[in-house]
């Protein structure tokens, strides 16, 4: 089974900019889907995006459409997303997920085989 580990968490002031990024211990050729969720204090986890190609992309969460971009690099078998305009609410743990399933994505978190533990990602002045 795939692992993955996410990193680039962080403090960062509103209006600034982070690049999370998750790496996959396996070939993301072999039709991986590629999500990004998150999970406030209290709050629901909420899906963010998933990529199922290197053009394919999907945004569920309409509070972050035009500031968060998700990507992936299959050559390096690493996966991004690109935070830009942060806004205090969008303190969260943000995880990524992978799954094995031919290009077909989901929003739900435990849909997906291999999960992160997660990095804290905090906006505040």
């Known amino acids: 089974q795939v692992q993955v580990v996410e990193s680039g968490g962080g403090l960062v002031q509103p209006g600034g900019s982070l690049r999370l990024s998750c790496a996959l211990s396996?070939?993301?050729?072999?039709?991986?889907?590629i999500g990004w969720f998150r999970q406030a204090p209290g709050k629901e986890r909420e899906a963010i995006s998933c990529?199922?190609?290197?053009?394919?992309?999907?945004y569920y969460l309409d509070s972050v459409k035009g500031r968060f971009t998700a990507s992936r690099d299959a050559v390096k078998n690493m996966a991004y997303l690109q935070m830009n305009s942060l806004k205090p609410d969008d303190t969260a743990v943000y995880y990524c997920?992978?799954?094995?399933?031919?290009?077909?994505?989901?929003?739900?978190?435990?849909?997906?085989?291999?999960r992160g533990q997660g990095t804290q990602v905090t906006v505040s002045s």
């Open positions: 990529t199922s190609s290197e053009t394919r992309v999907i």
């Open positions: 997920a992978a799954k094995r399933n031919g290009g077909v994505c989901s929003s739900s978190f435990r849909w997906y085989t291999s």
């Open positions: 396996r070939s993301m050729l072999d039709d991986y889907v």
